[in-house]
């Protein structure tokens, strides 16, 4: 069965924090995407990676930065978080032109 | 500015009616057209999806209505139930990666 595990369901961070949010996938795919998913607006691209070390900017990168060191692994790093960056954030993965799998999203509270 | 916009933001139906949900897009570079489903505290998860040669697609209880000239598409449950009450997204891919999704719908089926 196919798993995308993020590291935390639940996290509440201060202003001015530096957060990391980590993604892992198992099955051996080369992309990987980093979504925010805010009422109203749906999901969002923040970055994705189509290879290791390789990343993209998506709709809404600003106050964002990635990670992709090895192929399961992609992090997404809030460099000096703000409130405006409380939300949920997706990590999913996906091979080539398929489907995206997604992990179940981690809820980020910035106060 | 929402590439892809879907309707209703909620909807409430009884169990056994039909639940439908819109989406409409404009770029015509759109590719695949998945329906994603989400539960509470989960990832959202690829329900069913359609490529723009075929007008519809069925699946069990659920079908994919595509009208490529109006570049409109939309979901249709049959026989709703309780255990489809989630949140549905629509999207759109272009390419392998530039994925769009809608804002999504809540549906509550009661019982």
């Known amino acids: 069965d196919v798993k995308v595990t993020q590291s935390s369901r639940y996290l509440v961070k201060r202003t001015g924090e530096k957060v990391f949010l980590e993604c892992v996938q198992d099955?051996?795919?080369?992309?990987m995407f980093w979504y925010r998913q805010d009422p109203g607006l749906g999901l969002r691209l923040i970055y994705f990676s189509y290879d290791v070390k390789m990343k993209e900017k998506g709709d809404i990168p600003e106050g964002y930065s990635v990670s992709r060191e090895k192929k399961e692994r992609f992090s997404l790093i809030l460099e000096s978080a703000s409130t405006n960056q409380t939300s949920m954030y997706l990590c999913?993965?996906?091979?080539?032109?398929?489907?995206?799998?997604f992990g179940p999203g981690t809820r980020l509270t910035v106060t | 500015q929402q590439q892809v916009k879907q309707s209703p933001q909620s909807l409430i139906v009884q169990k056994g009616g039909i639940s439908i949900i819109n989406c409409a897009y404009e770029?015509?570079?759109?590719?695949?057209f998945p329906w994603y489903q989400q539960f509470p505290g989960k990832g959202p998860a690829l329900l069913i999806a359609?490529?723009?040669?075929?007008s519809e697609k069925k699946e069990g209880r659920f079908t994919i209505s595509f009208n490529k000239s109006a570049k409109q598409f939309s979901l249709h449950i049959m026989d709703s139930q309780p255990g489809d009450s989630a949140t549905y997204f629509c999207?759109?891919?272009?390419?392998?990666?530039?994925?769009?999704f809608g804002a999504g719908t809540r549906l509550t089926v009661k019982p």
């Open positions: 099955m051996d795919h080369e992309n």
């Open positions: 999207a759109a891919r272009v390419g392998n990666n530039d994925m769009r």
């Open positions: 770029n015509t570079a759109f590719d695949y």
């Open positions: 999913a993965s996906s091979a080539a032109a398929y489907e995206q799998y």
């Open positions: 359609i490529r723009p040669d075929v």
